[in-house]
Structure formats: structure tokens, C-alpha cells
């Protein structure tokens, strides 16, 4: 079975830049996750969907963060314009529906730098 | 008091030894809680969920204690493979699966 697809996988930038990061997840999975994480800490979530709709973006920046699930299955992340603050890995995960107890699968990330 | 608490190590341990890692959480009804693993330059995988009544894999053991809000994992007769960072992970609150990590707990498992 494929795992979570991403690309980039790496991607370097300079500050006031835009970038648009690319989620597949495994076939079938509803809910799609997306994490940063900042070197030395653990990933933090950024927004999560189920099938196409935002179930939880608390914590997402939204005046520079945007990313969305047109057709519930791929998924874009962007920022714009990028800050120093935002390199990071940003890492795409999906599970099966969302439940409390469900596995949730990793992709490989994107590695962002910005300069 | 972050949500999720680990020291951060390195644990610089031997090949067979027996290591143990604790984990704290602030959110007392928090509801599921998981070890993950996470080699260096790559995405965290499950290692274990974490059970009220304990729960062992093979080499590893975690345990739950709610009343005093803290996670650990044990892992015995250590591995050069072993190597990796563990996450603590808790899911804070129903109805979401937001998972909330902890900064990890390096292990270093030397020949």
C-alpha cells in the first residue's frame, strides 16, 4: 500500500516569498493532518481536514497560512509571504476517519527554508 | 505548563540495557494517549498506543498513570536500532484527534 505522497521535498526561499507545499494521502483515508515542525520540537497541527472540510485550524496563521482539500483527497498547503520563523518540516498525515484511536500515517514532509 | 512535557535527553545508553522515559500531560481529561518514533530526518511513525491497564510490544512497555498525569515507556535489552527520538503523544480533547506531541526524548544506544 503508498504511503502519504509530499513534494517538495525540499525547498529553500527567500522571507516575503510565497510557497505551496503538496499532500496525497493513502487511498481511502478521510481525514488529512497538517504538522510543523520547528527543529528541536515536536510537530504541532496546523489544520485537519475530513474528506473537504476544515474540522479544526485553530492554530493555523491564517493572515499569512491557507491551504485547502478541493476534492477531498489532495491537499495544498501555502504560505504567503513567508517569514525566517516559518522553516520548519511541514508534515502531511492521514488516517481513516478521524477517530481518537486511529493510526495517524506520516509523510515524508517538506523541508522549508527561508532566508 | 505545556501540554506535553519530556525530557529531551540524549539518553546515551548501551547495547542491552534498559532504558525508561516519562511524560507528562496539563489537560487532566485528556483522552487517548501514544508513543511515536522518529528517526533523525524522518516522519514520526507509531510505536504504541497507551493503555490505562499497561500494554507491552515485545521489548517495550507503556504505561499510563491519570492520576498523576504522566506517561512512560520502557524499553529492555536495547538495540542499536533503538536509536531514535521518542514523542509523547496525547490527544487532549473528545471529538478531535488532534494530536499534541512533546519536544521527544532522544536515545542514543551505543555498541
Known amino acids: 500500500e503508498a504511503g502519504v505522497a509530499q513534494s517538495p521535498r525540499y525547498k529553500i526561499i527567500e522571507k516575503r516569498q510565497s510557497v505551496a507545499f503538496w499532500c496525497n494521502p493513502i487511498s481511502g483515508h478521510a481525514t488529512l493532518y497538517w504538522y510543523q515542525q520547528i527543529l528541536g520540537q515536536g510537530p504541532k497541527l496546523l489544520i485537519q481536514?475530513?474528506?473537504?472540510?476544515?474540522?479544526?485550524d485553530s492554530q493555523l496563521p491564517k493572515d499569512r497560512f491557507s491551504a485547502e482539500r478541493l476534492k477531498g483527497v489532495d491537499s495544498t498547503l501555502k504560505i504567503q509571504p513567508a517569514k525566517l520563523e516559518d522553516s520548519a518540516v511541514y508534515l502531511c498525515?492521514?488516517?481513516?476517519?478521524?477517530?481518537?484511536?486511529?493510526?495517524?500515517?506520516f509523510g515524508p514532509g517538506t523541508r522549508l527554508l527561508v532566508l | 505548563r505545556k501540554e506535553v512535557e519530556q525530557d529531551p535527553g540524549p539518553f546515551n545508553v548501551p547495547e542491552g540495557a534498559t532504558v525508561a522515559f516519562n511524560c507528562t500531560y496539563s489537560n487532566s481529561a485528556s483522552q487517548s494517549f501514544f508513543w511515536y518514533r522518529q528517526d533523525c530526518r524522518k516522519e514520526p511513525k507509531l510505536l504504541m498506543s497507551?493503555?490505562?491497564s499497561g500494554n507491552e510490544d515485545g521489548r517495550f512497555t507503556a504505561q499510563l498513570n491519570r492520576a498523576s498525569q504522566y506517561i512512560s515507556l520502557l524499553i529492555r535489552d536495547s538495540k542499536l536500532s533503538d536509536s531514535a527520538t521518542y514523542l509523547c503523544v496525547v490527544i487532549p480533547n473528545s471529538g478531535y484527534s488532534t494530536l499534541t506531541f512533546g519536544k521527544g526524548t532522544m536515545l542514543l544506544v551505543s555498541p
Open positions: 498525515a492521514s488516517s481513516t476517519s478521524g477517530g481518537m484511536t486511529e493510526t495517524q500515517y
Open positions: 497507551v493503555y490505562s
Open positions: 481536514f475530513q474528506n473537504n472540510g476544515v474540522v479544526d
